[in-house]
């Protein structure tokens, strides 16, 4: 299982790294994707990482704010949240995926608990 971390509350315009990390895992085998739950919402993906770096689904209302990266070495997956908008307020959360980034959550394993980000002012 996944555990996330980083979340926070933050000022609109503000910034959080949040960080997806696991033991044991064999992080090369996998996809990792970030997504998010706001209260009274569906899951929505947010963005997603393949073994080789290649980035994917990355959500239209994160484009040019977000940057999904990986560090295999340290077995974490990382989620850079710039100008963060009220809108991003939600629980964030990493998950796997064996045939590669896909815009479908069921297609994801492994899900953590989750890490709150609230953006207020």
């Known amino acids: 299982q996944f555990v996330e971390s980083g979340g926070g509350l933050v000022q609109p315009g503000g910034s959080l790294r949040l960080s997806c990390a696991a033991s044991?895992?064999?992080?090369?085998?996998?996809?990792i994707g970030w997504f998010r739950q706001a209260p009274g919402k569906g899951r929505e993906g947010v963005s997603c990482?393949?073994?080789?770096?290649?980035?994917?689904n990355v959500a239209d209302s994160v484009k040019g704010r977000f940057i999904i990266s990986r560090d295999n070495a340290k077995n974490t997956i990382y989620l850079q949240m710039n100008n963060l908008e009220y809108d991003d307020t939600a629980v964030y959360y990493c998950?796997?995926?064996?045939?590669?980034?896909?815009?479908?959550?069921?297609?994801?394993?492994?899900w953590g608990k989750g890490t709150q980000v609230t953006v207020s002012s």
């Open positions: 998950a796997a995926a064996s045939y590669g980034c896909s815009p479908y959550a069921s297609l994801f394993v492994f």
């Open positions: 990482i393949n073994p080789n770096g290649g980035i994917a």
């Open positions: 044991d895992f064999t992080w090369d085998d996998y996809a």
